[in-house]
């Protein structure tokens, strides 16, 4: 049973239809990669799986969670799926340390003793281990988006999405938050991400989706949809210097 | 309890209202006009003249804002007379508005005035401004332009404490309300029409402050822009 | 009788300080309380939250603190209440306090960057844990600075209720000028108890906003 199925999502901006009929199929332990041109919907589309933006019309199911145009079962549906964005968005009244056992302990009721486990292995999955108790106003771009990957896996997410994750970090930071996302895929995380990485894409994710106006153009092996792309959109796209 | 609004007996009495209400307009006109040129020129003082009198000026700034602009009244109502000189309670009320507002309003331009550039002045003095030419539109027009919402509620609180001066039996609009209920005995309901008089008075000077300020400093110029910003 | 003014007098006024100070306590408790709710109303997504809390907001900052005190004053005695003024004095205070601090605290709930919002909506935090966890903890820093300067306001403006009765310190000064004659000594002496209590706070909020300045530049 795939963990994310998206059936036929259309998202409108009052009179702006962004998304226009998307399905897409995201298995157990899959990587899947989406490009696109800015504008195209990809962020839209993530924040839908997340239920940050309710949908119109279709249907979205992530591990028997439905979302539908009702909006009903948002929560339950957001303790499943972890997403992190380009801004961290870390919570800058709380250590590190906090910032992960938070969520799992309001939101998930876990103990503290539970928390602090789940905070001490993400940490470390993030290559941060040594950073509990610092705030994260002390860290680098890196070190915080890593840190607000590690919140996200902390409440145990069957899948996780990430949108443009190092476009606001310096070159020389890139390098170690996409090196924490590959470990995660070899991990066997299921993860949904949006990049403009195109090697890291091609390499890491299974399948990638090339998203225009709103719809998913071509789609396939990773393989394939960089080395011999079929549609002059992608093609040009591809060509033009990718970003 | 069973009480019952009667707004008549109040009602009545709407002429002995509109002398309060003609008073208190007056009171807060007059006082918001001078207050604001006192607040105004003690800012430029300030910027201009050396220490001591910068040190004058905050004091006086800092006094006046840290105790209650009814003992500021008192002062002046009961003291100044001990000076031999007369002063009725009118005169003694407008003296302690202007002397009030213009403690606030010197603060709120100094403010202005500390947030335009040095490098904006010397600009200015570069294309052989005079130094009263710089001082004039290169500094106060923008810094009064970004205080502008600052002052506007200056002088909103500022019409709102006229009603203090009825402890001086300066008879504005509240002591007016004052001298029906003891006539009618419908305090309630005085002091309910009296109060939406008020809001109605606080509604419509922000609106014509509002208005002023696009008129000062019209949106499309330099100065509209910089309306509302502060200055960090 | 013409009276001197003497340390007798003197003591007298300082005090009548003590109601002064817990009028201003008092009201900033109430007013705080009933502010705070003023400003999650004002901050709700229910719409009419929202425009219920902006009207109570723009009533008590649209009208003098002295009707505030008379509608406290006649009103609780017109509902059957036999009550000292001290407690119309309270009730009016907080009423005024809780239109300002509703504002002020408005202010900083939204001065929290939305992202903090999103953040914790994607981790499946419910709206009251997010107020709770995730806004209210960075939103008080913010707020404090223009409180503390919200109470030097609350300080001054207490003198008023002296018009129903209450013997603070202006009340108190004014019962020692009519029996002294001696205006300046009186009001000065009133003046600089309220000077002495309201500066070093005015200093403090100044300080404070310095800093949380300095800590959001750097
Ligand atoms: N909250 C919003 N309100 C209105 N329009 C939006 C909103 N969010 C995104 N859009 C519009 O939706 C389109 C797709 O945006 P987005 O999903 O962010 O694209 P991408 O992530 O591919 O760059 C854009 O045209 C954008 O302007
Ligand atoms: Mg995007």
């Not at chain 1, 939101?107 to 486990?117: D, Q, R, T, Y």
């Not at chain 3, 907001?57 to 509902?79: E, R, W």
Request: proline share 4%; hydrophobic share 50%.
């Amino acid at each position: 049973m795939p963990v994310v199925q998206v059936e036929d999502v259309h998202k409108r901006f009052g009179a702006v239809e962004v998304l226009k009929g998307i399905d897409l199929t995201v298995e157990r332990g899959e990587v899947i990669a989406i490009i696109g041109r800015s504008g195209s919907g990809k962020s839209t589309l993530l924040r839908c799986i997340n239920g940050l933006e309710q949908i119109q019309s279709g249907r979205i199911e992530v591990s028997g969670h439905v979302i539908d145009a009702s909006g009903k079962g948002l929560r339950d549906l957001r303790k499943d799926v972890g997403i992190v964005f380009q801004s961290y968005n870390l919570f800058p009244h709380l250590r590190v340390g906090e910032n992960i056992m938070l969520a799992p302990r309001v939101v998930l009721g876990v103990s503290k003793a539970e928390a602090l486990s789940r905070a001490r292995e993400t940490l470390a999955e993030v290559g941060l281990a040594e950073r509990f108790d610092a705030w994260p106003d002390n860290l680098s771009g890196g070190q915080q988006q890593r840190v607000a990957i590690a919140r996200s896996l902390a409440m145990r997410p069957k899948v996780m999405l990430f949108d443009e994750v190092t476009s606001a970090l310096d070159p020389e930071l890139t390098g170690e938050v996409l090196a924490t996302m590959e470990r995660l895929a070899e991990h066997g995380m299921t993860m949904l991400l949006v990049t403009h990485e195109m090697a890291f894409a091609r390499r890491v994710a299974t399948t990638t989706v090339f998203m225009h106006q709103g719809r998913v153009w071509e789609m396939g092996p990773s393989e394939r949809i960089f080395g011999s792309p079929q549609t002059p959109e992608l093609r040009q796209f591809l060509g033009s210097g990718l970003k | 309890m069973g009480f019952q609004f009667q707004f008549q007996p109040v009602l009545a009495r709407t002429d002995v209202l509109l002398d309060g209400l003609w008073l208190t307009l007056q009171l807060s006109g007059i006082g918001i006009l001078f207050g604001a040129l006192l607040g105004i020129l003690l800012a430029m003082l300030r910027g201009l003249a050396g220490r001591p009198v910068r040190l004058l000026v905050d004091s006086y700034v800092e006094v006046v804002r840290n105790t209650p602009f009814l003992v500021q009244l008192l002062i002046i109502f009961f003291g100044v007379p001990t000076l031999g000189i007369r002063l009725s309670a009118e005169q003694a009320a407008l003296s302690a508005i202007v002397l009030n507002l213009g403690a606030y309003a010197t603060e709120i331009v100094r403010a202005g005035i500390e947030s335009v550039h040095k490098s904006q002045i010397e600009a200015g003095l570069s294309l052989a401004m005079t130094r009263w030419q710089v001082f004039r539109h290169v500094v106060l027009a923008p810094a009064l332009a970004r205080v502008w919402p600052a002052l506007s509620s200056q002088f909103v609180l500022m019409m709102l404490s006229t009603s203090v001066c009825s402890f001086i039996s300066v008879q504005e609009l509240s002591a007016q309300a004052a001298n029906i209920e003891s006539d009618t005995f419908r305090s309630f309901e005085v002091y309910i029409l009296v109060t939406l008089i008020y809001l109605a008075l606080a509604i419509l000077l922000r609106l014509l402050l509002a208005g002023l300020g696009a008129v000062l400093f019209p949106t499309g110029s330099g100065l509209g822009r910089l309306r509302g910003q502060t200055g960090r | 009788m013409i009276r001197q003014f003497t340390e007798s007098e003197f003591l007298f006024i300082l005090a009548s300080a003590r109601w002064t100070l817990l009028l201003t306590v008092m009201a900033m408790l109430l007013g705080g309380l009933l502010g705070f709710l003023v400003a999650l109303a004002r901050t709700s997504h229910l719409a009419p939250l929202r425009v219920l809390a902006a009207g109570w907001i723009g009533l008590i900052q649209g009208v003098p603190v002295l009707m505030l005190l008379f509608l406290s004053y006649y009103g609780l005695s017109l509902a059957g209440f036999d009550l000292p003024p001290l407690i119309a004095a309270t009730v009016s205070m907080a009423l005024y306090a809780s239109g300002y601090l509703g504002e002020i605290w408005r202010g900083s709930i939204q001065a929290v960057p939305w992202q903090q919002w999103e953040a914790s909506s994607a981790l499946a935090f419910s709206r009251p844990q997010q107020y709770r966890y995730i806004i209210l903890p960075q939103a008080v820093r913010i707020a404090i600075p223009p409180t503390v300067g919200f109470l030097v306001q609350l300080v001054k403006n207490t003198s008023i209720v002296s018009i129903i009765g209450v013997v603070e310190l202006a009340r108190a000064g004014n019962l020692v000028n009519n029996a002294t004659f001696q205006p300046f000594k009186v009001f000065g002496t009133v003046a600089a108890i309220y000077f002495i209590i309201c500066w070093p706070i005015s200093l403090l909020a100044r300080r404070l906003e310095g800093r949380l300045h300095a800590r959001r530049a750097g």
